[in-house]
């Protein structure tokens, strides 16, 4: 076995161990937890996160003094991550791996994710104006400052974080474009290559007003796309939804009706597949949200982080259990095609040899939607460790990836996500267990008074 493949057969095996039974036990025990501590949040101010959005009020839309972005366009550019190319190929992944019934622990995965997606973005706000780490103000690197390893947990969450920018938020998302454009179009990838790099260096040599403005007219585009076109796959199917939803809860548990270690692995990589591929998607626990979200210099934790829960349950229910449930739902789950290929096939039993061209379109979206949102966090990243210098070396950087991404064979970069999310994930439980009496000191006094 060469070298590579060595590397990609350690990196499958690092990323079964950690994504076992220990992790998910962990991520549904803390966010059960963390649900309990906070008195049901995401539950109590579910409709207050619609109002927060829909009717954000001048606080969240207008930008604090020095601030990078007011926690409007944080919202933004947070739903912008979270719904990239993971969601569409990520979730054909999840169901070819895990079967129908990593679905179903997609929704499960989605009830912790809200309630961390609020704890994140909560402490990355209320530190705001109380305290500071190198170049940030606010944001994940200066929460983590103030655990029991705090000089170098930033450090290693931004080294980390950066990496997440460049690998998932840059290289596969231009990787899944420059393929589709391909195999759809017949479009070489080297000229897909030089257009993604000529559109993202035009955006970031505009800077982060550039990066903003662009990302507020993308992402409600690629959104509403991506609800048109699945919405008219699933009413095509609508004879199947329910038997598809059926499909979905019984395969989740049916592993039970097995014996010994092949019931606990089949299961398991159901539960697997759906966590790892839901938090892929929705970054819920990451990190980024808080980046975002820490940089608009607010001084209203408790209401900007009921705003973020809402693009946590878009990019969960409303995405990832949708391209789930088409995959199920049309009949295709089973075929033996995996990734954004099993998408595309969902699709061709409506729109037949269009149906590619429409996935690969919404997939360009995303994927355009994701790379410009990531260079965001990607650039912050950059400014914490270098202490906000060579800012033209970073974006030289990011259009290198961007071009080597379209052009690279990308086949071990899930293994390579799945561990780098697992590590973040791991280390933002640790700062949401440890700082919990500060987020829940903050909703009870919020339940009792309204106030901040």
């Not at 079967?99 to 989605?110: D, H, R, S």
């Not at 912790?112 to 530190?127: D, G, H, K, P």
């Not at 809402?310 to 199920?328: D, E, G, N, P, R």
């Not at 729109?351 to 995303?366: E, I, K, P, Q, S």
């Amino acid at each position: 076995m060469d070298f590579l493949g060595s590397f990609e057969y350690c990196l499958a095996t690092v990323s079964q161990s950690l994504w076992g039974w220990p992790l998910i036990f962990t991520f549904i025990g803390i966010g059960a937890f963390a649900t309990i501590a906070l008195n049901f949040v995401q539950f109590r101010y579910f409709i207050a996160s619609w109002k927060y959005v829909l009717m954000p009020g001048k606080a969240a839309e207008t930008a604090q003094s020095g601030a990078v972005m007011s926690p409007l366009q944080a919202f933004i550019n947070a739903l912008g991550s979270s719904t990239g190319n993971g969601s569409i190929a990520g979730m054909a992944t999840a169901v070819y791996a895990g079967g129908p019934g990593a679905a179903f622990w997609i929704l499960v995965a989605g009830l912790v994710a809200l309630v961390l997606r609020f704890c994140e973005v909560y402490l990355a706000t209320y530190v705001i104006g109380k305290h500071t780490y190198g170049e940030a103000k606010g944001g994940p690197m200066v929460y983590l400052s103030l655990l029991p390893g705090g000089k170098i947990l930033p450090y290693i969450f931004t080294v980390l974080m950066l990496f997440y920018g460049l690998a998932s938020g840059n290289a596969m998302q231009v990787n899944a474009i420059g393929l589709g454009a391909y195999s759809t179009w017949a479009i070489a990838p080297i000229i897909t290559a030089c257009v993604l790099v000529a559109f993202i260096a035009y955006v970031m040599v505009g800077g982060a007003e550039r990066i903003l403005a662009i990302s507020d007219k993308l992402v409600p585009f690629k959104v509403a796309f991506f609800f048109i076109t699945f919405l008219i796959v699933l009413i095509y199917h609508y004879a199947n939804i329910i038997p598809a939803l059926q499909l979905i809860f019984a395969s989740a548990f049916t592993p039970q009706a097995l014996t010994g270690a092949a019931a606990g692995f089949t299961m398991q990589q159901a539960i697997r597949n759906g966590f790892a591929r839901s938090l892929n998607a929705n970054e819920a626990g990451l990190g980024s949200a808080g980046i975002f979200f820490g940089a608009s210099g607010t001084k209203q934790p408790m209401r900007t982080s009921i705003m973020s829960m809402l693009s946590a349950f878009i990019s969960t229910y409303l995405v990832c259990f949708v391209v789930a449930l088409t995959v199920v739902a049309s009949g295709v789950w089973d075929n033996g095609l995996c990734s954004i290929a099993l998408t595309v096939s969902a699709f061709n039993t409506v729109f037949g040899t269009y149906g590619g061209w429409l996935v690969t379109f919404a997939a360009a979206m995303f994927g355009l939607g994701c790379l410009v949102s990531f260079s965001l966090v990607a650039r912050e990243s950059w400014k914490f460790l270098t202490n906000g210098r060579w800012i033209w070396l970073f974006n030289i950087i990011y259009c290198l990836v961007t071009f080597g991404g379209t052009l690279a064979k990308v086949d071990m970069i899930w293994n390579m996500n799945d561990v780098v999310n697992g590590l973040l994930l791991l280390i933002n439980l640790y700062a949401i267990i440890w700082l919990m009496p500060a987020i829940r000191r903050g909703v009870v006094h919020f339940n009792k008074t309204g106030q901040e």
